[in-house]
């Protein structure tokens, strides 16, 4: 596939994204406290791994399956994380209630030699919902800007992954209540 100049550029971009994103969630899986939290950032991080790979195909003319390039990040039949016990999706199990590292900010020295404030699971969370958004929004301009069928499909396809991941951190956050819907 011929990609043009612009597409070029936006999927140069969205790599870049997707490495930072990959980054930022296998650090804070080993930060987070809540190990159900450090599973799904875990899994997240694979998703993410799996988007850099369609991104990467595309850039070298290869048209990636959407079926097999896909992450699970709806679970199966598209069932979101369990909020009132049991498992959630991908086999993350929630525990209803509790306050997990909710409020338990970590102290590390950040090679500085001085102790700083870490994040808390909260914090974690709200920064990675604003990430994803960041990341959708990227996408859903990007698929209006390609000009080739295909492409917009598979842009599509991860933006609408984006969204999935977004909503689960958000499912997450609910079970906690850390985040009430007004």
Same mark, same amino acid.
Request: hydrophobic share 30%; charged share 15%; proline share 2%.
């Given at each position: 596939m011929q990609l043009t100049q612009k597409e070029r550029l936006y999927l140069q971009d969205a790599a870049e994204h997707e490495k930072l994103c *990959? @980054?930022?969630y296998n650090d804070y899986s080993s930060q987070v =406290?809540?190990?159900q939290l450090a599973s799904l950032l875990q899994q997240i991080a694979q998703s993410e791994q799996q988007h850099l790979q369609t991104i990467q195909q595309v850039m070298q003319g290869q048209m990636p399956n959407l079926a097999s390039s896909g992450s699970q990040s709806m679970g199966q039949g598209g069932q979101s994380m369990g909020m009132s016990g049991g498992q959630g999706q991908g086999g993350v =199990?929630?525990? @209803?209630?509790g306050q997990m590292g @909710?409020?338990?900010p970590t102290m590390s020295t950040a090679g500085t030699g001085q102790m700083q404030q870490g994040l808390s699971d909260k914090e974690i969370c709200q920064d990675l919902i %604003? %990430?994803?958004k960041a *990341? @959708?929004?990227m996408y859903n301009t990007a698929t209006f800007e390609a000009s080739n069928?295909?492409?917009r499909q598979v842009l599509s396809h991860i933006q609408q992954e984006e969204q999935d991941h977004a909503?689960?951190?958000f499912n997450y956050m609910q079970q906690k209540g850390w985040y009430q819907p007004q």
């Amino acid at each position: 596939m011929q990609l043009t100049q612009k597409e070029r550029l936006y999927l140069q971009d969205a790599a870049e994204h997707e490495k930072l994103c *990959i @980054a930022k969630y296998n650090d804070y899986s080993s930060q987070v =406290s809540c190990p159900q939290l450090a599973s799904l950032l875990q899994q997240i991080a694979q998703s993410e791994q799996q988007h850099l790979q369609t991104i990467q195909q595309v850039m070298q003319g290869q048209m990636p399956n959407l079926a097999s390039s896909g992450s699970q990040s709806m679970g199966q039949g598209g069932q979101s994380m369990g909020m009132s016990g049991g498992q959630g999706q991908g086999g993350v =199990s929630m525990q @209803a209630g509790g306050q997990m590292g @909710a409020n338990k900010p970590t102290m590390s020295t950040a090679g500085t030699g001085q102790m700083q404030q870490g994040l808390s699971d909260k914090e974690i969370c709200q920064d990675l919902i %604003t %990430t994803e958004k960041a *990341i @959708a929004g990227m996408y859903n301009t990007a698929t209006f800007e390609a000009s080739n069928h295909q492409l917009r499909q598979v842009l599509s396809h991860i933006q609408q992954e984006e969204q999935d991941h977004a909503f689960q951190i958000f499912n997450y956050m609910q079970q906690k209540g850390w985040y009430q819907p007004q």
